[in-house]
Nanobody, 124 residues
Framework: QVQLVESGGGLVQAGGSLRLSCAAS????????MGWFRQPPGKERELVAT????????YYGDSVKGRFTISRDNAKNTGDLQMNSLKPEDTAVYYC?????????????????WGQGTQVTVSS
């Protein structure tokens, strides 16, 4: 059974930075794409960033491109999301996700394991 645990959320002023971490159980993490999604209050869940199984390729949603950086450390079964130049519209619950498909390049919301989420609040 796959277990994902997010951490690092909190309250930050606009323009500040936060680093989110995702700790995954088991050795299987290294062969699966992972990503971050977020759900702002009153809005639907949206893609933030994904990284392929090896960490060699990444993808970012337009709203975070140039500000956020996704990374992973397969030896430690962890994935991080560095968030810089935060804006109030970045306020959301952030979820770590791992694809159910081996050696994938991305994460599909309908085919993934999910963490419990961590709250990020950006004040203006």
């Amino acid at each position: 059974q796959v277990q994902l645990v997010e951490s690092g959320g909190g309250l930050v002023q606009a323009g500040g930075s936060l680093r989110l971490s995702c700790a995954a159980s088991g050795r299987s993490f290294s062969t699966y794409a992972m990503g971050w999604f977020r759900q702002p209050p009153g809005k639907e869940r949206e893609l933030v960033a994904t990284i392929n199984w090896s960490g060699s390729s990444t993808y970012y949603g337009d709203s975070v491109k140039g500000r956020f950086t996704i990374s992973r450390d397969n030896a430690k079964n962890t994935g991080d999301l560095q968030m810089n130049s935060l804006k109030p519209e970045d306020t959301a619950v952030y979820y770590c996700a791992r694809s159910r498909a081996s050696y994938g390049s991305t994460v599909r919301q309908g085919n993934a394991y999910w963490g419990q989420g961590t709250q990020v609040t950006v004040s203006s």
